[in-house]
Nanobody, 116 residues
Framework: QVQLVESGGGLVQPGGSLRLSCAAS????????MGWFRRATGKERELVAT???????DYKDSVKGRFTISRDYAKKTVYLQMNSLKPEDTAVYYC??????????WGQGTQVTVSS
């Protein structure tokens, strides 16, 4: 069973930065996609960024130029570097991975709060 352990959330002022990490364990397979979703209070969950097995990233329009997703294949870890954070980025961020059999797994979520 795949387990995802997230870290890096917290409270930051507008304009600040945070780096989220998500380490996957329990699988000997590579993951065809790794990414991050988020859910703000009262809103639906939305895709923030994903990165394919080949390393191709994709971003939600509102975070382009501010967020960078990357992965460490050996460590089976995905990162989300978040710069120039805005109050509207406040949400619970969830790690999401999909294995080669297209089975999806979710992390427990980490709170990101952007506030002065």
């Amino acid at each position: 069973q795949v387990q995802l352990v997230e870290s890096g959330g917290g409270l930051v002022q507008p304009g600040g930065s945070l780096r989220l990490s998500c380490a996957a364990s329990g699988s000997t397979l590579s993951f065809r996609a790794m990414g991050w979703f988020r859910r703000a209070t009262g809103k639906e969950r939305e895709l923030v960024a994903t990165i394919t097995l080949g390393g191709t990233p994709d971003y939600k329009d509102s975070v382009k130029g501010r967020f960078t997703i990357s992965r460490d294949y050996a460590k089976k870890t995905v990162y989300l570097q978040m710069n120039s954070l805005k109050p509207e980025d406040t949400a619970v961020y969830y790690c999401h991975v999909e294995d080669l059999l297209r089975r999806a797994y979710w992390g427990q979520g980490t709170q990101v709060t952007v506030s002065s």
